[in-house]
């Protein structure tokens, strides 16, 4: 979700593999949105991102494409009207990438990208080099971060700074619950420092979330392990290191997940998505533990893939958008303060 027309009214935007299509829906006055316009894609795109490119103040897309392993740039014309596709950058040939962070890590002002790859599993790192003629933007790719042992392979990535020297650093999460920690140098270039386990032993976990939640000044990280049905709180020192987890039953398999101040008490909330039908309010206290307000919240149709949050309808508190398998709709649920 962002603000993608010339308007005060939040606007949505979401990736479709089945149709290798791009739609934009525009929010209206009353809390709604329009009936949304399609831009075509590459094959299978994965995971998109909203950022301001071209040095003009409108949100621009960036899209990642899995069939073609590389990065798509929609140019925002005004209005909410998107130009066509332009290749970006490229993660390799058949690299399949999976997700994409953006960070600037040169300080220079320009938004970075990080992606996660399964053939073989790594971290790349893409450098934006702004070229500054209007529309035109590419990414170079720089260097490739193994995720470890073999059979272990990369899910997702956070990019945040984690210790004290003003750098960008990236946390790492493996499919068998262990977070890797790369400090950044200042150039794009990544040095390990540590790998934290989320004690999601055996299991599968997926998400990854950087924010500081115990409101010490340091960045804290929050993983769901999808196996175990848990999510795991790892408290930051402010020098990349992390501490033991501290881990919470969510009362379904997690996938995705968000920080947020859903209850506007000052305090980061972790809104999760649960099993096929369900999603998970755990609702935080001053000093980063949490407890569970809603335990089950239900999802009408199909098997949840990825959600965004945003004001949709205005009133102050954070909205949930819910994209489904099985259904080309997104579904919307208005917040209300427990």
């Not at 949505?12 to 399609?38: C, K």
């Not at 997940?257 to 972790?270: T, V």
């Amino acid at each position: 979700m962002g603000y993608l027309s010339n308007d005060s009214f939040i606007d949505m935007a979401s990736v479709y593999q089945s149709s290798n299509q791009l739609i934009v829906w525009l929010g209206q006055a009353n809390g709604t949105f329009d009936h949304g316009t399609p831009y075509s894609t590459n094959p299978l795109p994965v995971d998109l991102l909203l950022v301001e490119l071209t040095n003009d103040n409108r949100l621009d897309i960036l899209v990642l494409c899995l069939g073609s392993s590389n990065i798509l740039l929609f140019v925002n014309l005004g209005g909410g009207i998107f130009a066509a596709k332009r290749t970006v950058g490229s993660t390799g040939s058949y690299s399949f990438p999976l997700s994409m962070t953006l960070v600037d890590f040169i300080n220079n002002g320009l938004a970075d990208v990080v992606t996660v790859c399964e053939n073989p599993p790594y971290v790349g790192v893409l450098l934006n080099q702004n070229y500054t003629s209007g529309t035109q933007f590419t990414l170079v790719a720089n260097t490739l971060y193994s995720s470890g042992p073999p059979n272990y392979y990369l899910v997702a990535t956070a990019a945040a700074h984690f210790n004290a020297d003003s750098l960008a650093d990236v946390a790492t999460l493996t499919n068998d619950g262990n977070v890797v920690m790369y400090l950044g140098m200042g150039n794009g270039i990544l040095t390990y420092l540590a790998t934290y386990t989320t004690r999601g032993f055996t299991t599968f976990s997926s998400c990854i979330v950087a924010a500081d939640v115990n409101n010490d000044g340091n960045i804290d990280l929050s993983v769901t392990n999808t196996g175990s049905m848990t999510v795991a709180v790892l408290f930051g020192d402010g020098k990349g290191h992390m501490s033991v987890p501290i881990l919470y039953q969510v009362g379904g398999a997690p996938t995705h997940m968000r920080a947020l101040y859903f209850d506007q008490d000052g305090h980061l909330d972790l809104l999760v998505l649960t099993g096929s039908n369900c999603y998970t309010l755990l609702t935080g206290y001053f000093n980063g533990t949490f407890y569970t307000s809603i335990p089950c919240g239900y999802v009408p149709a199909g098997y949840v893939t990825n959600f965004a949050v945003g004001d949709i309808n205005g009133d102050g508190i954070p909205d949930m958008a819910i994209t489904a398998t099985g259904t080309a709709n997104v579904q919307m649920f208005l917040g209300s303060i427990i």
